[in-house]
């Protein structure tokens, strides 16, 4: 476990996560919250022998914890229960356990964006009876004549749907333009009894919301989803996505009916390319409806300031992915 806190009292920060991700993607993410002002991060890893255990274990703000059938049996969670419940049940567990502060659960392709300040900033400055924040999502989209900056979607209405998508905009109607999520995710303090740990907020048993305040892009607050980390990884999380809550109906129906194709792979990828590639027209059609958001990251240099040590091995790790042979 981790080693004496930063900071005390109402200030402590904890972000928790169950991840399966490339070493890459875990890398940056820690290297994020770190940025953002974590004094704690919480990895719960869904494979016990991820590679970045042996980076990340010794780091004084980091808690790896190798998610073994032992360790969901000794906190009381049935290891054979679908993957969002028992990330659901883990993240009620730590929540539990802090005492004070503030607890913030995202995913492992999740991170927080906030215009002019960290994460730390905006939860130090709530006024105390506020019991938690929620962040509006911005979702990755591929840029291919764009390299030079991320591009992110946001949430849009149903006639700017219809604009940006043409034939399928009936697949995207339901979450707004978006592939994953609309919700976002939220911050709690700590502390409160009496309340279930869902994905995307606390709720009281009568199934009531702790969904206090909700920032987005008009306060400059992005929950940066990268849905979408190209057709492979995309094509590769389709099966577990489709047995999920992954996608819409509509949606989840049509892949269904092209997976029962003989050949799919030529279907796949144009709706693949529809819902998820912008060449310069479409972004500045999203940009035209308000709904486009482009941001400088560059992850390599953010990963070498935290882990300098290591960057050679996001080199190896990105070859191996690309070719495992």
Known sequence: ???????????????????????????????????????????CFDDPDDAAIAILKDHPNVDCIRCTEAFWQSIGINPAVRFARRQNLVMSHFYKLQSAGWFFYVDGDELLHLKGRTLRAELEATPKDIRSVTFQPAEHIQSPEMPGAAQFRLAMSRPDVR??????AGLMQKRQGLSGHTIGKTANRAGQTGLTMRQHF?????????????????????LLHFFDQGYDIW?????????????PGRIKVVLNEML???DPEPALRALYDQMHVFDNARLAELAD?????????????????????????????????????
Not at 6 to 29: I, N, Y
Not at 235 to 247: E, N
Request: negative net charge.
């Open 289 to 325: 409806c308000g709904a486009c958001l482009a941001l400088d990251m560059d992850r390599e240099a953010l990963i070498r300031q935290y882990f300098p040590a290591h960057v050679d091995a996001l080199h190896t790790a990105v070859r191996y992915a690309e070719d495992p042979s």
């Open 163 to 168: 604009r940006v998508y043409g034939p399928q």
């Open 1 to 43: 476990m981790s080693s004496t806190p930063q900071h005390q009292g109402g200030s402590f920060l904890t972000v928790g996560c169950v991840l399966r991700e490339s070493l890459p993607v875990t890398l940056h993410f820690v290297s994020w919250y770190l940025r953002e002002g974590a004094d704690r991060i919480i990895l």
């Open 235 to 247: 094509r590769a999380k389709l099966p577990w996505r489709l047995a999920s809550s992954g996608f």
């Open 202 to 222: 606390m709720q009281h048993p009568d199934g009531t919301v702790v969904m206090d305040r909700v920032l987005g892009p008009a306060e400059g607050a992005y």
């Open 260 to 262: 029962a194709l003989e």
